[in-house]
């Protein structure tokens, strides 16, 4: 009687479990169907269909948690043996593709875990070419057993399933493609590790004149390594391999190239290198040396220093850069970089060229040279203050001759010419570095004295 009785309960729940099986079925809510799934094997332990399913959402929950990810693809395969054993056929199926998915999920955290050592993620922004060979290596197995799995799929796909196989084709390709990327990232942070135990190996004099480590480090660059074009940055930098001259284009070069690859370092090395740049460009200024200090300024504007760019301006607007000859579009050129950037040194200056007219063949604009003024003292410039001051009172002083002109023309019924501004006329500009009576000295010692005899006037900037 006992055994009728728990048969009756067996066939109820196994009838409840269909029931609420093909409930489960209908729904479109994924975590909604899994509470369901999970109600039916517990009314009915042997439902291989509601297993299978049930696994199938697992695999398919998202999750920006690593381990969550894992806990749910291994209660994934968990319900995959199960129904499985109950000779679920798709069951066995989807077990070996998940097999198939894990190998290449592994694959692809290797292949992170690598890229993180090489760009020194790991290790307080230094590279560490062992690691991360030993996290690709690791990455290049499991594709090989994901790919191996694939042609296994391969051979046991039905001659009819077309896309299916086309499917799996591409899949082996990317994951073959993918192994060539992580065999030349192994051999690239090979080239790294042998350059890096040459260089670190030699003395300091030694090191000036590596070539092997050179050679192995710029082959390292080509094949992409960040660290590799970070310290190849640093030795162009250093005149390391070109008798102790420093090669700032190539270093330049590098350390963004560097950067773009993910060294955390460049950016910083980036701006330091455009600081010293600047500030070297002014000694040697300073020194009567014009034309290496216009390289560095170059440099240093290259790197994004707005105040090199505004020295740059006024090199071109004295004529410095220029063989002696003032090029006043060059130099609005460089103070409207400058100012893009900020430069309330490159407001002033460009504010002066259109006051006294040489930003418009000698016919001043005060309207413009107002306006960068004020834009000039909302950035903070003290100077540029007394400057539109200045400037205001000039306004107020020739508005009645203007008048009085205009009034006289009416009268003769004859057409104005305006005369052109001589250069450098009405108020000096503050320039970069000198200031107004500094223009005018060094403007007269361009006019009076020979080339070998010019004087050269400090760097002292001027607070604006």
């Keep these: 009687m006992a055994t009728e009785t728990r048969t009756v309960e067996v066939r109820l729940s196994k009838r409840e479990a269909a029931q609420l099986f093909n409930k489960a079925v209908l729904l479109e809510d994924p975590e909604l169907q899994i509470k369901l799934y999970k109600e039916v094997i517990e009314l009915d332990p042997t439902h291989r269909d509601a297993m299978n399913n049930l696994a199938c959402l697992y695999l398919e929950r998202k999750s920006d ?30 077990l070996e593709l998940l097999k198939m998915v894990i190998l290449s999920e592994l694959a692809k955290e290797f292949q992170h875990h690598g890229d993180d050592y090489e760009k020194g993620v790991e290790n307080k922004g230094i590279p560490d070419p062992e690691q991360a060979i030993e996290m690709y290596e690791n990455a290049m197995d499991h594709y090989d057993a994901f790919i191996s799995a694939l042609d296994v799929e391969l051979d046991n796909c039905s001659e009819t399933a077309e896309e299916y196989k086309k499917m799996i084709i591409d899949n082996k390709y990317n994951a073959e493609r993918k192994k060539a990327i992580l065999l030349n990232k192994v051999l690239r942070n090979l080239l790294y590790q042998a350059a890096l135990d040459s260089y670190n190996k030699e003395g300091p004099e030694r090191r000036r004149t590596n070539k092997s480590a050179i050679k192995r480090y710029d082959m390292a660059v080509k094949r992409g390594h960040s660290g590799a074009m970070f310290n190849r940055a640093f030795m162009h930098e250093h005149g390391v391999g070109n008798k102790n001259v420093p090669q700032y284009d190539k270093a330049i070069e590098l350390y963004d190239l560097a950067k773009e690859h993910g060294d955390k370092r460049a950016k910083k090395e980036m701006r330091r290198l455009e600081r010293e740049l600047f500030e070297e460009a002014r000694k040697l200024y300073a020194d009567d040396k014009v034309e290496k200090a216009i390289v560095l300024y170059n440099y240093a504007a290259e790197l994004g220093h707005k105040d090199a760019m505004a020295a740059l301006g006024l090199l071109y607007e004295t004529g410095e850069a220029n063989n002696d000859e003032p090029d006043y579009k060059k130099a609005i050129e460089w103070y409207d970089i400058a100012i893009s950037q900020g430069s309330t040194l490159a407001m002033v200056n460009k504010a002066h060229l259109h006051e006294t007219g040489d930003a418009h063949n000698g016919v001043p604009d005060y309207e413009q040279a107002a306006m960068l003024y004020k834009k000039a003292i909302k950035h903070g410039s003290e100077y540029a203050q007394s400057k539109l001051r200045m400037l205001e009172k000039k306004m107020s002083k020739e508005e009645p001759h203007k008048k009085d002109k205009e009034n006289t023309i009416n009268e003769m019924d004859t057409t104005p010419v305006v005369s052109g501004a001589s250069l450098r006329s009405g108020c000096g500009g503050p320039g970069f570095f000198i200031n107004d009576e500094s223009r005018k000295r060094k403007s007269d010692a361009l006019d009076n004295e020979p080339q070998s005899k010019r004087k050269k006037f400090a760097l002292t900037p001027i607070n604006v």
């Design 65 to 94: 948690k690593p381990g969550k990810m894992e806990k749910n693809r291994s209660t994934a395969e968990e319900y995959y043996k199960k129904a499985k054993d109950l000779g679920h056929i798709g069951a066995k199926r989807n």
